[in-house]
């Protein structure tokens, strides 16, 4: 197809210039007629019950807020019911909302809250996986120490574990990250007449609704929920908003004034959800002729204090901790256990990242057991069309992973620098107190399932959207889509206009309000192009039949692809309606003294069907890739006793200007039939790959075995002064 | 204890009565209703609340009210008139140097601030020159390369 004709030829973004001058109107930028501000009391201890509360009096015009003012639910509507949105009598971590003081002033309700005295009856609490793992009593949800444990097989995983010559095993662990979107959590609710409006930052304005409708006790006619300009989500803005805008809602409804709540960034790192630290055991059993013939995986999640969506992060991190690989037989269990820390949650990625670290490192490891070449090793197990998946799922598409690893050695010339810097008597010399950095390249092969897990998008979200033609030949996007800086407004409108064949600029797609716009879905899973923008597209092509009518509404409802097929209680079939996938390549520079890793190149390939914007994919693919080298080698969050000592973004540090080179990136053209104009998922799938390729580098910079994130310089020092013998 | 507090802003002169140590990025956004001026972090982390002070960047989050007394402040919507923002902005449009939006005023007042100190920078110093101010959406990239295209074409400009 010619350049021009192509829908991935770049546009501006419709939501480009209010942001650049500064009059995109965020939550903490809004204002309304007689609006009060709200600050939280939060839990000081991991878990404890509340014995009592002091407080000051208060001056006019202020009020508090507790469970007591919530009229209906104070449990969070989650897969697991455990959450309240005010802590009732008990706390379970820190940072745990207690109570809001509400009022006009901010600096007054600042000095109110360092006034209030909360004494509390402290419980031992459950710090970590083993923690968890060894309690017998005293457990944190109901009588066990996980909120959800899982076990699938593949093939004839016993038989095949036992005729194998001998097994290779691995012992990975992953830390926190944190979101650090720059802007924080922030909501601003009206209640007016037994109705109420909700403003905020969101990723989901339903599932805001639906939180709101609970614990207010209104119908769906009484709440209304409008996303405005979000400054970012990555997932920390998908489940967690719900919290803060039934806050806000709550506080409006009992002073009778419009609420504002905004976060300071301490308060948003240490109450706000993170990515959960996990610890992954692989076990690769290898056949007499040095074949791969069956795997062992067990993965467990620190999962904190509430469930919140830590069921379905396990289960993607489930369905692909196997990697991109064929292996016959496998075992995958899993576990997610509760903590007395932050609740762990939704990522960009969502369980992939550590997934992937896991399954790649140890293909690294098992391919140096066997005297192999690591990506000679991953071609020869490379999933191809007609395999199966993980969970026995058809995999009825091309998979284009082999064109993925070319493009990689053309582009970064891998192989010839892999082979290059293991030249080991060169390590040797450098290593003798010759101060020569110390280099390194590595590879990783990947996939993200597009959309929800499972049959989730049929059974669970069941999407709906419209398209409205107007009488002036506009035609408007009702969906529920979030606009948080991935482009969807500007990629959405292109897709209509595209298909009713109409200049972009006749498509108008504001930001969503429940009120208006039928619920499509969260805008999460790397689902808002394949899933809602196949759906609109659909619209689209009945409206362009119709044209000629003056001005009249189309819609569509989600329906599941033929041929697919899943089994939610064992676990088998097509665990996604379909994947991306992808390859990163990291070279880095280990300094030899101070063990600072300097990454001297970045590279990917991805073959995300048809891209639609190349500006927007690009930019999806910059950030993504830098926040996984954030990931891998820098970001640093740990929680002791309970309490989250990076509380700032000077502590927590986050990637800067100066940290990393540009990515090289190329897509491999893959047309998905199901998606429009053959698009696929693209938002989490650069970011899943990045850190094994960095650990793999470093490993060889170093000569020795990476197991863990993030790979920090004191990480590098350990290993290093370990015996010679743990290394290659 | 409020007192008189006068300063340049946008071009114009203002004189505030009010408590000199609050915060300019209060000023600004609460009393004065500039609220292209962002509060990512109010611990002088992110740049997201970046004005010019005498033409140089500066955190608002950090600066007392008495601190710009007899200074030039210069914040987004006074910047967004002139002819080096509409260079910047079509140079951040057109290398995609936008996501989320929340660092872009302060980025394109990091991008001001560079330039009038040095009008041909290589990407070194493109990137030294803007890392004070965090971006968690782009990886960076394409924002240095449109304050590189506008120092390309902006011949006389800076
Ligand atoms: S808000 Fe001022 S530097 Fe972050
Ligand atoms: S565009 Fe979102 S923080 Fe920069």
Same mark, same amino acid.
């Given at each position: 197809?010619?350049d021009?004709?192509?829908?991935?030829?770049p546009?501006?973004?419709?939501?480009?210039?209010d942001?650049?001058?500064g009059?995109a109107v965020f939550t903490?930028?809004m204002?309304?007629?007689?609006?009060?501000?709200?600050?939280?009391?939060?839990?000081? *201890?991991?878990?404890?019950?509340?014995a009592?509360i002091?407080?000051?009096?208060?001056?006019?015009?202020?009020?508090?807020?507790d469970?007591r003012?919530?009229?209906?639910?104070?449990?969070?509507?989650s897969?697991?019911?455990d959450?309240?949105?005010l802590?009732a009598?008990?706390v379970?971590?820190?940072?745990?909302?207690i109570?809001l003081?509400?009022?006009?002033?901010?600096?007054?309700?600042?000095?109110?809250?360092?006034?209030?005295?909360?004494?509390?009856?402290?419980?031992?609490p459950?710090?970590?996986?083993?923690?968890?793992? *060894?309690?017998t009593? %005293?457990?944190?949800?109901?009588?066990?120490?996980?909120?959800?444990?899982?076990e699938?097989c593949?093939?004839?995983f016993?038989r095949?574990?036992?005729?194998?010559?001998f097994?290779i095993?691995?012992?990975?662990?992953?830390?926190?990250q944190?979101?650090?979107?720059l802007e924080?959590?922030?909501?601003?609710a009206?209640f007016?007449?037994?109705?109420?409006?909700?403003?905020?930052s969101?990723?989901?304005?339903?599932?805001?609704?639906?939180?709101?409708?609970?614990?207010?006790?209104?119908?769906?006619e009484?709440?209304?929920?409008v996303?405005?300009?979000t400054?970012?989500?990555?997932?920390?803005?998908e489940?967690?908003?719900?919290?803060?805008?039934?806050?806000?809602a709550l506080?409006?409804m009992?002073?009778g004034?419009?609420?504002?709540?905004?976060?300071?960034?301490?308060?948003?790192?240490i109450?706000?959800t993170?990515r959960?630290p996990?610890?992954?055991r692989?076990?690769?059993y290898i056949?007499?002729?040095?074949?791969i013939?069956?795997r062992?995986?067990?993965v467990?999640?620190d999962?904190?204090?509430y469930?919140g969506l830590?069921?379905?992060?396990?289960?993607?991190l489930?369905?692909s901790?196997c990697?991109?690989y064929?292996?016959?037989n496998?075992r995958v269990?899993?576990?997610?256990y509760?903590?007395?820390k932050c609740?762990s949650?939704?990522?960009?990625g969502f369980?992939?990242?550590?997934?992937?670290?896991?399954?790649?490192?140890h293909?690294?490891?098992?391919?140096?057991r066997?005297g192999?070449d690591?990506?000679?090793?991953?071609?020869s197990?490379f999933?191809?069309?007609?395999?199966t998946?993980?969970t026995?799922?058809?995999?009825?598409s091309?998979i284009r992973l082999?064109?993925?690893?070319?493009?990689?050695?053309?582009t970064?010339?891998?192989?010839v620098k892999r082979?290059l810097?293991s030249?080991?008597a060169?390590?040797?010399k450098?290593?003798?107190g010759c101060?020569t950095?110390?280099?390194?390249? %590595?590879i990783?092969?990947?996939?993200?399932?597009?959309?929800?897990?499972g049959s989730?998008?049929?059974?669970?979200?069941?999407?709906k959207?419209?398209l409205?033609?107007?009488?002036?030949?506009?035609v408007?996007?009702?969906?529920?889509? *979030?606009?948080?800086?991935?482009?969807?407004?500007t990629?959405?409108r292109?897709?209509?206009?595209r298909a009713?064949?109409?200049?972009?600029?006749?498509v108008v797609? &504001?930001?969503?309000?429940?009120?208006r716009?039928?619920?499509?879905?969260p805008t999460v899973?790397?689902?808002?192009?394949?899933?809602?923008? &196949?759906?609109l597209?659909?619209?689209?092509?009945?409206?362009?039949?119709r044209?000629?009518?003056?001005?009249f509404e189309?819609t569509?409802?989600y329906?599941?692809p033929?041929g697919?097929?899943?089994?939610?209680?064992?676990?088998?079939g097509?665990a996604?309606?379909?994947?991306?996938?992808?390859?990163?390549?990291?070279?880095?520079?280990v300094?030899?003294?101070?063990?600072?890793?300097?990454?001297?190149?970045?590279?990917?390939?991805y073959?995300?069907?048809?891209?639609?914007?190349?500006?927007?994919?690009?930019?999806q693919?910059?950030?993504?890739v830098?926040?996984?080298?954030g990931?891998?080698?820098?970001?640093?969050?740990?929680?002791?006793?309970?309490?989250?000592l990076?509380?700032?973004?000077t502590?927590?540090?986050i990637?800067t200007s100066?940290?990393?080179?540009?990515?090289?990136?190329?897509l491999i053209?893959?047309?998905?039939?199901?998606g429009?104009?053959?698009?696929?998922?693209?938002?989490?799938?650069?970011?899943?790959g990045?850190?094994?390729?960095?650990?793999a580098?470093?490993g060889?910079?170093?000569?020795?075995?990476i197991?863990r994130?993030?790979v920090t310089?004191?990480?590098?020092?350990r290993?290093?002064?370990?015996?010679?013998?743990?290394g290659? | 204890?409020?007192?008189k507090?006068?300063?340049?802003?946008?071009?114009?002169?203002?004189t505030?009565?009010?408590d000199?140590?609050r915060?300019?990025?209060?000023?600004?956004?609460?009393?004065l209703?500039?609220?292209?001026?962002?509060?990512?972090c109010?611990?002088?982390?992110?740049g997201?609340?970046?004005?010019?002070?005498?033409?140089?960047?500066?955190?608002?989050?950090?600066?007392p009210?008495a601190?710009?007394e007899?200074?030039?402040?210069v914040t987004i919507e006074?910047?967004?008139?002139?002819?080096?923002?509409?260079?910047l902005k079509e140079?951040f449009?057109?290398?995609?140097a936008?996501?989320?939006?929340?660092?872009t005023?302060g980025?394109?007042?990091?991008?001001e601030a560079?330039l009038?100190?040095?009008?041909?920078?290589?990407?070194?110093?493109?990137?030294?020159?803007?890392?004070?101010?965090?971006?968690?959406?782009?990886?960076?990239?394409?924002i240095?390369?449109a304050i590189?295209a506008?120092?390309k074409?902006g011949?006389g400009?800076?």
């Amino acid at each position: 197809m010619k350049d021009e004709a192509r829908i991935g030829k770049p546009m501006r973004r419709t939501d480009f210039d209010d942001k650049v001058e500064g009059t995109a109107v965020f939550t903490a930028d809004m204002d309304l007629p007689g609006m009060l501000h709200a600050i939280t009391l939060r839990s000081s *201890a991991p878990r404890a019950q509340i014995a009592r509360i002091d407080l000051p009096a208060l001056p006019e015009g202020y009020f508090y807020v507790d469970h007591r003012d919530i009229p209906g639910s104070n449990v969070m509507p989650s897969p697991i019911l455990d959450q309240p949105f005010l802590a009732a009598g008990r706390v379970n971590y820190v940072g745990e909302p207690i109570m809001l003081i509400v009022g006009p002033d901010r600096q007054v309700l600042s000095d109110i809250l360092k006034d209030a005295r909360v004494h509390y009856l402290e419980e031992r609490p459950v710090l970590s996986i083993e923690d968890a793992e *060894a309690a017998t009593g %005293g457990f944190i949800y109901a009588d066990k120490p996980y909120f959800v444990s899982y076990e699938y097989c593949k093939g004839d995983f016993e038989r095949a574990a036992e005729e194998a010559a001998f097994f290779i095993e691995d012992e990975y662990r992953t830390g926190y990250q944190e979101h650090a979107y720059l802007e924080t959590q922030s909501m601003l609710a009206s209640f007016v007449d037994g109705n109420v409006t909700v403003y905020g930052s969101m990723q989901c304005p339903y599932s805001v609704k639906e939180s709101v409708q609970a614990a207010l006790r209104l119908g769906p006619e009484n709440v209304r929920v409008v996303q405005l300009p979000t400054g970012g989500g990555f997932g920390g803005k998908e489940d967690y908003p719900s919290i803060p805008a039934v806050h806000a809602a709550l506080a409006s409804m009992k002073s009778g004034r419009p609420v504002k709540l905004v976060f300071d960034r301490k308060e948003d790192i240490i109450s706000t959800t993170k990515r959960h630290p996990c610890r992954i055991r692989i076990r690769s059993y290898i056949g007499r002729e040095g074949t791969i013939v069956a795997r062992d995986v067990d993965v467990s999640t620190d999962a904190g204090a509430y469930a919140g969506l830590s069921s379905v992060v396990l289960q993607r991190l489930s369905f692909s901790v196997c990697g991109a690989y064929d292996v016959e037989n496998l075992r995958v269990r899993s576990r997610a256990y509760a903590t007395n820390k932050c609740v762990s949650g939704a990522f960009r990625g969502f369980g992939g990242p550590q997934a992937f670290f896991a399954v790649e490192m140890h293909t690294e490891h098992i391919a140096e057991r066997l005297g192999r070449d690591s990506l000679a090793l991953r071609r020869s197990y490379f999933l191809e069309q007609g395999d199966t998946s993980s969970t026995g799922g058809l995999l009825s598409s091309p998979i284009r992973l082999g064109e993925i690893a070319d493009a990689l050695e053309k582009t970064s010339g891998y192989s010839v620098k892999r082979a290059l810097y293991s030249n080991s008597a060169a390590r040797e010399k450098r290593m003798e107190g010759c101060p020569t950095p110390l280099k390194g390249i %590595g590879i990783s092969m990947f996939f993200h399932g597009c959309g929800f897990t499972g049959s989730g998008e049929k059974d669970t979200l069941k999407a709906k959207v419209k398209l409205k033609k107007n009488k002036d030949g506009t035609v408007e996007i009702l969906a529920s889509c *979030a606009e948080i800086g991935q482009g969807s407004q500007t990629t959405l409108r292109k897709i209509v206009a595209r298909a009713l064949d109409i200049p972009v600029g006749m498509v108008v797609h &504001r930001y969503p309000d429940t009120g208006r716009c039928p619920d499509s879905g969260p805008t999460v899973a790397s689902r808002s192009v394949m899933i809602v923008g &196949r759906l609109l597209m659909d619209c689209a092509l009945e409206m362009k039949g119709r044209w000629k009518e003056e001005d009249f509404e189309v819609t569509r409802s989600y329906t599941y692809p033929e041929g697919l097929c899943w089994d939610n209680d064992k676990f088998q079939g097509n665990a996604y309606p379909e994947y991306s996938w992808g390859g990163n390549v990291v070279e880095v520079e280990v300094d030899p003294l101070t063990f600072e890793v300097k990454v001297t190149g970045v590279w990917g390939a991805y073959d995300i069907g048809e891209p639609m914007d190349d500006r927007i994919v690009a930019g999806q693919i910059d950030g993504a890739v830098a926040q996984g080298l954030g990931y891998a080698g820098m970001e640093v969050l740990t929680v002791e006793a309970g309490r989250v000592l990076q509380d700032n973004l000077t502590t927590y540090a986050i990637p800067t200007s100066v940290d990393f080179p540009r990515t090289v990136a190329c897509l491999i053209p893959n047309p998905y039939k199901e998606g429009p104009f053959g698009a696929k998922g693209l938002g989490e799938l650069p970011l899943v790959g990045v850190a094994p390729a960095f650990a793999a580098a470093v490993g060889q910079a170093i000569g020795k075995r990476i197991l863990r994130l993030p790979v920090t310089p004191e990480y590098i020092m350990r290993l290093m002064e370990e015996e010679a013998e743990d290394g290659f | 204890m409020d007192s008189k507090v006068r300063f340049k802003l946008n071009g114009e002169h203002v004189t505030m009565t009010a408590d000199p140590l609050r915060r300019l990025i209060d000023v600004l956004r609460d009393d004065l209703g500039l609220t292209g001026t962002k509060e990512g972090c109010g611990e002088g982390e992110c740049g997201a609340c970046s004005v010019l002070m005498d033409g140089r960047l500066a955190n608002s989050c950090l600066l007392p009210l008495a601190a710009v007394e007899g200074k030039e402040i210069v914040t987004i919507e006074g910047f967004r008139k002139t002819k080096r923002f509409e260079l910047l902005k079509e140079c951040f449009t057109e290398e995609g140097a936008v996501q989320c939006g929340f660092c872009t005023p302060g980025m394109v007042l990091a991008a001001e601030a560079l330039l009038s100190a040095d009008p041909h920078p290589n990407e070194r110093a493109v990137r030294d020159g803007i890392s004070g101010n965090l971006c968690r959406c782009t990886g960076y990239s394409s924002i240095v390369a449109a304050i590189l295209a506008a120092s390309k074409r902006g011949e006389g400009l800076w």
